[in-house]
Nanobody, 125 residues
Framework: QVNLVESGGGLVQAGGSLRLSCEAS????????VGWFRQTPGKEREFVAA????????RYGDSVKGRFTISGDTAENMVYLQMNNLKPEDTAVYYC??????????????????WGQGTQVTVSS
């Protein structure tokens, strides 16, 4: 059984930083594609970042490039999202995802089979 559990969300002022964590069980993050997505009420789930270790590929959404960094800890089977210089428009529920993705599908919601329950990030102005 695959289980993804996010943590690290919270309330932060604009310009601040947060680090989200995703603990994976039932799936080895070094063998799967892992990603972060976010969603606000009434909007579609948006791609944030993805890591496909076996292909040596990392992708970022345009709105977070240069501010967010995705990384993985294979020993602990964890995935992280370091978020710096946060902006109010980064406010959303952030989801960790895993799946047997390929490079061309890393940014696609539909490519991921497994999802966490989400963690709320709120950035105040």
């Amino acid at each position: 059984q695959v289980n993804l559990v996010e943590s690290g969300g919270g309330l932060v002022q604009a310009g601040g930083s947060l680090r989200l964590s995703c603990e994976a069980s039932g799936v080895t993050v070094s063998r799967y594609g892992v990603g972060w997505f976010r969603q606000t009420p009434g909007k579609e789930r948006e791609f944030v970042a993805a890591l496909l270790r076996r292909a040596g590929s990392i992708r970022y959404g345009d709105s977070v490039k240069g501010r967010f960094t995705i990384s993985g800890d294979t020993a602990e089977n964890m995935v992280y999202l370091q978020m710096n210089n946060l902006k109010p428009e980064d406010t959303a529920v952030y989801y960790c995802a895993a799946g047997r993705v390929i490079v061309s599908s890393m940014t696609s919601v539909s490519a991921y089979n497994y999802w966490g329950q989400g963690t709320q990030v709120t950035v105040s102005s």
